[in-house]
């Protein structure tokens, strides 16, 4: 038996994980326990189409694209942990709660996204995260999401 990945980079994210560019949020993800936790990276960079016009001459990362990156992380630990490689997985939001936001977010910093499943196992479609993003220890955003992991069937 092999293995289970720790970690993927961004080819086997795009393996795990429909988004492309501009939407894909998540250059990395590191420390993958199974389906329990994870921590994304995001290395926020000023040719973010956002940035063009959120704000002119102040950039800042929306708060929504920040939520996303999370719930990339989520789907990629996921992924990693049920072999969704080249699978076509397709997840979906369908509820954000307890969101607050801390700290802006902008060109040059280093999105630190740490992820912990609630609920969902190995089968199951309706999975619930908590996650904390931060940038240098300070936190940025923290929300708890659910998502419908739309699995092919085999």
């Keep these: 038996m ?7 980079d961004i080819h086997l994210i795009q393996r795990l994980i429909p988004h492309r560019y ?4 998540v250059d990395k993800v590191v420390d993958i326990e199974g389906f329990q ?3 994304g990276i995001k290395n926020v960079t000023m040719n973010e189409p956002h940035f ?4 002119p001459g102040k ?3 929306p708060g929504v694209t920040i939520i996303e990156a999370m719930a990339q992380t989520a789907a990629v630990m996921v992924g990693t942990a049920l072999g969704m490689e080249d699978r076509n997985m397709l997840v979906y939001f369908m509820a954000i709660d307890n969101c607050k936001f801390r700290r802006m ?3 040059g910093d280093v999105l630190e996204m ?6 969902g196992k190995p089968g199951g479609k309706v999975w619930k995260f908590s ?8 936190m940025a955003a923290e929300a708890e999401f659910t998502a419908m992991m739309d699995l092919p069937k085999e």
Excluded: C, D, N, W
């Design 2 to 8: 092999t293995e289970p990945l720790k970690s993927a």
């Design 22 to 25: 501009p939407f894909l949020l």
């Design 37 to 39: 936790s994870a921590r």
């Design 52 to 55: 063009q016009g959120h704000f």
């Design 59 to 61: 950039p800042i990362m």
């Design 105 to 107: 977010v902008v060109p």
């Design 114 to 119: 740490k992820l912990q499943t609630m609920r």
């Design 131 to 138: 996650g904390v993003a931060e940038v240098e220890g300070e």
